[in-house]
């Protein structure tokens, strides 16, 4: 199950990345994060395919 976070959950989250990695690698990492979640959902629909639902 996917957990939901609310807005306050989100913003310490972004914080805390923030501060662990610092603002010069965030842009670096949000692109990473983007690809992965771009890989992932093509790599779903490719196993929703291939099992016919």
Do not use: C, H
């Not at 914080?15 to 093509?42: D, H, T």
Request: hydrophobic share 55%; aromatic share 12%; proline share 4%.
């Amino acid at each position: 199950m996917i957990p939901s976070f609310g807005f306050g959950e989100l913003v310490f989250i972004f914080l805390a990345v923030l501060v662990v990695f610092g603002s010069r690698r965030m842009p670096e990492l949000a692109r990473m994060l983007g690809k992965a979640v771009r890989e992932l959902r093509k790599v779903a629909e490719d196993f929703r395919n291939n099992i016919g639902i």
